[in-house]
């Protein structure tokens, strides 16, 4: 049972460049979200899907793109990456609506210059 | 705005001694608060959560109070150990919806 998978772990991008960071889970989770981890920011919603072709804004989602064609996957896509998204990303999935615990991925490290 | 406050940004505490950390939220509608612990290079793992219904939630040495009237909530390791150093969030969110907002982080470390 792998849980909620990310890749890459780390990846370098030039300013301007577009990439797609994926998250897979194997739980059956109808629920799935990315999040961007900052220093002294906590955590802060990117974008959320409740299900397959259901996604919706969380609290930044300027620069982002998601899209959910299956249960299992939800790639987060940087259109034309800058600086200001150079961060830690973290893909979670949860059973229900916030009833029960998140499981989160392992994190990619995004590096932007 | 932050909707969940969590404090202090970091902890020292001794090996034995008693870790806590403050959160205060302004939604009233949130109607569940977990606590995640996340060690470095790792993702955040959920560690205990409380419902609004009960004042305290106890699981071995984490415990969670609970005081509605004041929109607080705290985590409290008890005989804290070097294994505990880690960051913990606190986190809210509403049932029905999707969005678990989470509190800044407070960086703990357990000194031998």
């Known amino acids: 049972n792998a849980g909620v998978t990310q890749t890459p772990k780390f990846q370098v991008l030039k300013t301007g460049q577009s990439m797609t960071l994926q998250c897979a889970q194997d739980?059956?989770?109808?629920?799935m979200s990315w999040y961007r981890q900052d220093p002294g920011m906590g955590l802060r919603l990117i974008h959320y899907?409740?299900?397959?072709?259901?996604?919706d804004q969380g609290e930044v989602p300027n620069g982002y793109n998601v899209s959910r064609s299956t249960t299992e996957d939800f790639p987060l896509r940087l259109l034309s990456a800058a600086p200001s998204q150079t961060s830690v990303y973290f893909c979670a999935s949860s059973q229900g609506q916030g009833i029960y615990g998140y499981t989160f991925g392992s994190g990619t490290r995004l590096t932007v210059v | 705005q932050q909707q969940v406050k969590q404090s202090p940004q970091s902890l020292i505490v001794q090996k034995g001694g008693i870790s806590i950390i403050n959160c205060a939220y302004e939604?009233?509608?949130?109607?569940?608060f977990p606590w995640y612990q996340q060690f470095p290079g790792k993702g955040p793992a959920l560690l205990i959560a409380?419902?609004?219904?009960?004042s305290e939630k106890k699981e071995g040495r984490f415990t969670i109070s609970f005081n509605k009237s004041a929109k607080q909530f705290s985590l409290h390791i008890m005989d804290s150990q070097p294994g505990d150093s880690a960051t913990y969030f606190c986190a809210a969110s509403r049932t029905g919806f999707q969005k678990l907002v989470f509190g800044t982080g407070t960086r703990l470390l357990v000194s031998p």
């Open positions: 899907s409740v299900g397959a072709g259901i996604t």
């Open positions: 409380i419902r609004p219904d009960v």
């Open positions: 739980m059956n989770h109808e629920y």
């Open positions: 939604n009233t509608a949130f109607d569940y």
